[in-house]
T-cell receptor
Framework: KAGVTQTPRYLIKTRGQQVTLSCSPI?????VSWYQQTPGQGLQFLFE???????NKGNFPGRFSGRQFSNSRSEMNVSTLELGDSALYLC?????????????FGPGTRLTVL | ELKVEQNPLFLSMQEGKNYTIYCNYS?????LYWYRQDPGKSLESLFV?????AVKQEGRLMASLDTKARLSTLHITAAVHDLSATYFC????????????FGAGTRLTVKP
C-alpha cells in the first residue's frame, strides 16, 4: 500500500511569490491535515480537510490556504511569501480523522524563501 | 492556552541504560500520540494511546497515558544507538478534526 506522497520535495522561492504544495493521501483515506515545522516554532497545525471541506484551521494568517479534491488529494497555497515561511511542510492522512486512531505523515516539502 | 510540554528536550544516554521521556498537557484529551523523527525525515508513528491507562510496547519502547494527570510517558529500556532520533508527543484537542498539538520534541542521542 503506497504511503502519503508530497510534491515537490524541495522548493526555493523568493519573497512575495506564491507557492502551491500537493499531497496525495493513502488510498481510502479521506482526511488530510497540514503542518508546518520550523526550528523555532516546532510543529504547528495548519488545517484539516475531509471530503473537500475544511473542518479545522490553526492559527495562521489568511495567506495560507488549502483545498481538497474529490479524490482526497489536497493542495495548500501560500501567497505573498515571507522569509519566515521557510519550513518543512508536512501533510498527514487518516481514514476519517483522529477518531479512527492514527495519522500517517508524508515525507514533507522543504520550502526555502529567499 | 493549550500547552504540551515535553521533558527533557535533550537527552544523551549510554547504550544499555533506561530512561523516561515525559509529556504533560494542559487540556482535556484522551488521545495522545508518539512520533519519531530522524534528521531530515518525516514523522513515523510509534504509539497511539486512546484511553486512560493505555499502555503500549514495541521493542525497547513503552508508552503509557494517564489522562487524569494529563501525563504520558515514553520509557526506553536498554537503549541502543538506533534509537537516536527526536521523539514528539502530540495531543488531539478536537477529536475528529485532526487538530493535533505537538510537544517541542526530545532529541535523544544514544552513545556506545
Amino acid at each position: 500500500k503506497a504511503g502519503v506522497t508530497q510534491t515537490p520535495r524541495y522548493l526555493i522561492k523568493t519573497r512575495g511569490q506564491q507557492v502551491t504544495l500537493s499531497c496525495s493521501p493513502i488510498s481510502g483515506h479521506r482526511s488530510v491535515s497540514w503542518y508546518q515545522q520550523t526550528p523555532g516554532q516546532g510543529l504547528q497545525f495548519l488545517f484539516e480537510y475531509f471530503s473537500e471541506t475544511q473542518r479545522n484551521k490553526g492559527n495562521f494568517p489568511g495567506r495560507f490556504s488549502g483545498r481538497q479534491f474529490s479524490n482526497s488529494r489536497s493542495e495548500m497555497n501560500v501567497s505573498t511569501l515571507e522569509l519566515g515561511d521557510s519550513a518543512l511542510y508536512l501533510c498527514a492522512s487518516s481514514l476519517a480523522g483522529l477518531a479512527t486512531g492514527e495519522q500517517f505523515f508524508g515525507p514533507g516539502t522543504r520550502l526555502t524563501v529567499l | 492556552e493549550l500547552k504540551v510540554e515535553q521533558n527533557p528536550l535533550f537527552l544523551s544516554m549510554q547504550e544499555g541504560k533506561n530512561y523516561t521521556i515525559y509529556c504533560n498537557y494542559s487540556t482535556t484529551s484522551d488521545r495522545l500520540y508518539w512520533y519519531r523523527q530522524d534528521p531530515g525525515k518525516s514523522l513515523e508513528s510509534l504509539f497511539v494511546l486512546l484511553s486512560n491507562g493505555a499502555v503500549k510496547q514495541e521493542g525497547r519502547l513503552m508508552a503509557s497515558l494517564d489522562t487524569k494527570a494529563r501525563l504520558s510517558t515514553l520509557h526506553i529500556t536498554a537503549a541502543v544507538h538506533d534509537l537516536s532520533a527526536t521523539y514528539f508527543c502530540a495531543v488531539d484537542i478536537s477529536y475528529n478534526n485532526n487538530d493535533m498539538r505537538f510537544g517541542a520534541g526530545t532529541r535523544l542521542t544514544v552513545k556506545p
